[in-house]
């Protein structure tokens, strides 16, 4: 039985030709919050409602339209807000626990056991002293 696979899964919707729901959510949250400015400020201070428009503009735009390694601007804000509210400060603390050493023995009936051959470590070395530390589990 032939079945169809499911193809470009991350696509978004459009909902308002070319752009999608959020982006159209965007683009008309800056058109009226432009227009409540109009209303309230274009009359007594022009220069300052243009100065305004032009950020609120460039700031829909590029929360509509722009991605930063294939995800929206808004995404990256949100994660550097959380970055910037959370803690930084990671502590590593060392647990206090013997290791755990497991030697297993085959014994095949009717066979003497081969001794193992040891390795041979000179006295002084940072292996032999290595190996102490490990086996026994002090500093």
Same mark, same amino acid.
């Given at each position: 039985m032939m079945f169809q696979i499911p193809q470009f899964i991350e696509r978004e919707t459009k909902v308002a030709g070319p752009l999608t729901l959020k982006q159209f959510l965007y683009l008309g949250g800056v058109g009226v919050? /432009?227009? *409540? %400015? &109009? =209303?309230f400020m274009a009359e007594k201070h022009f220069m300052l409602f243009l100065l305004? +428009?032009?950020?609120l503009i460039i700031g829909g735009?590029?929360?509509?339209?722009?991605?930063?390694?294939?995800?929206?601007?808004?995404?990256?804000? /949100?994660? *550097? %807000? &959380? =970055?910037?509210?959370?803690?930084?400060?990671?502590l590593w603390h060392k647990?206090? +626990?013997?290791?755990?050493?497991?030697k297993r023995e085959v014994v095949v009936a009717g066979q003497k056991e081969a001794p193992t051959p040891m390795l041979k470590i000179a006295e002084r070395s940072?292996?032999?002293?290595l190996a102490t530390k490990i086996e026994t589990g002090i500093e």
């Amino acid at each position: 039985m032939m079945f169809q696979i499911p193809q470009f899964i991350e696509r978004e919707t459009k909902v308002a030709g070319p752009l999608t729901l959020k982006q159209f959510l965007y683009l008309g949250g800056v058109g009226v919050a /432009i227009f *409540f %400015l &109009y =209303y309230f400020m274009a009359e007594k201070h022009f220069m300052l409602f243009l100065l305004i +428009t032009g950020t609120l503009i460039i700031g829909g735009i590029s929360l509509a339209f722009i991605k930063v390694n294939g995800r929206p601007l808004s995404f990256l804000i /949100i994660s *550097f %807000l &959380y =970055y910037m509210t959370s803690s930084r400060m990671f502590l590593w603390h060392k647990k206090e +626990t013997s290791p755990i050493i497991f030697k297993r023995e085959v014994v095949v009936a009717g066979q003497k056991e081969a001794p193992t051959p040891m390795l041979k470590i000179a006295e002084r070395s940072q292996l032999r002293r290595l190996a102490t530390k490990i086996e026994t589990g002090i500093e």
